[in-house]
């Protein structure tokens, strides 16, 4: 049961559930949207579910919003192209505003800053400009020379991209070569991130407010949480985290640090792994999770005895702080 409380800054608002887009995440999103859209309706709210195809249709119809929960994943949802608009015209929003989305979407950035405040995350190099030239000629070449600093094995990740789209990981000895895998992530963003691989058990914590939810551990029966696992396969376990009490600590203090250093604020979700020494290195940011019945917010929300509902009623009660 939602408490009156909660529900009395929105009693008024007419809300629009931004979804769709025009991302490799669309239909992702397209779920996202839908759920938080019935779950707003189904609290007797006023609420409109607006699918964009184009960047150019939030133009059209900005100056019609109130209150808006962002839906929207990966370009255009994630990297502050929505929220900078929403901004320039005084629309409120869910989520982190458009300088800390631009930031948090690119991962190379992300870990820069992190690395510049000691927070742990592994060993990286970025390489911009990769989709230029062709593949058997100079960034590929002379990328190998450069991740040499690396491990043995090592992930190939678009630096601007979610939900685990074009993500390989690159093991020596292994069938996926680097150029194989770059080949791969350059669909996605010509800007790659090669990132020493880090062996573990992979968490996930969100953040709602300035509250630290029950961190998630994610255990796949792929090689890693693969897109696959994460729509598609029905064996992948969610399960909350195994820590102990100085390590819940540690991954709270480490999340929360890395979330608000980015300026994230409202709510999103911060990924690392447990490394076989027991030590945590962070991932990437997420400033818009999803919100799918296989998504990890819910499943950790649900750990702090919070529903579907409570948790986006609380998601939109944190863009009613926003000045």
């Not at 989305?101 to 742990?120: A, Q, V």
């Not at 991209?161 to 680097?178: M, R």
């Amino acid at each position: 049961m939602v408490q009156d409380q909660n529900l009395s800054k929105l009693i008024d608002r007419e809300i629009s559930v931004l979804m769709g887009g025009w991302s490799a995440e669309r239909e992702i999103s397209l779920k996202t949207g839908k759920a938080v859209t019935d779950s707003i309706k189904s609290l007797g709210l006023s609420v409109t579910g607006i699918d964009l195809t184009s960047p150019d249709e939030i133009k059209g119809i900005v100056n019609s919003l109130d209150l808006v929960f962002i839906a929207l994943h990966g370009r255009g949802g994630e990297d502050g192209y929505i929220q900078r608009i929403l901004e320039e015209n005084n629309i409120q929003f869910t989520g982190s505003d458009s300088k800390s989305c631009e930031i948090s979407m690119n991962k190379s950035e992300t870990k820069k800053i992190w690395r510049e405040l000691s927070l742990p995350t592994p060993d990286f190099v970025e390489i911009k400009n990769a989709g230029t030239s062709d593949l058997k000629t100079s960034p590929f070449l002379s990328a190998e020379d450069d991740i040499s600093p690396l491990k043995e094995s090592f992930v190939v990740k678009p630096a601007r991209e979610g939900s685990s789209f074009g993500i390989t990981i690159v093991h020596p000895g292994g069938d996926i070569s680097l150029e194989d895998a770059m080949k791969e992530a350059i669909k996605y963003d010509d800007t790659l991130l090669v990132e020493a691989f880090v062996e573990g058990e992979e968490i996930t914590v969100p953040i709602l407010g300035e509250e630290i939810l029950t961190p998630v551990s994610i255990k796949p029966k792929n090689s890693f949480y693969d897109f696959e696992a994460k729509y598609i396969r029905n064996d992948t376990e969610y399960l909350k985290s195994d820590l102990n009490a100085v390590e819940l600590d540690t991954v709270k203090e480490f999340s929360f640090h890395a979330f608000s250093c980015l300026g994230c604020q409202g709510w999103g979700r911060v990924d690392l792994i447990k490394d076989r020494e027991n030590n945590f290195q962070l991932i990437e940011i997420n400033t818009v999770p999803g919100l799918t019945e296989k998504s990890l917010v819910p499943k950790s929300a649900a750990f702090e005895g919070i529903d579907f509902n409570n948790l986006i009623v609380r998601i939109l009660n944190t863009s009613c702080l926003k000045q």
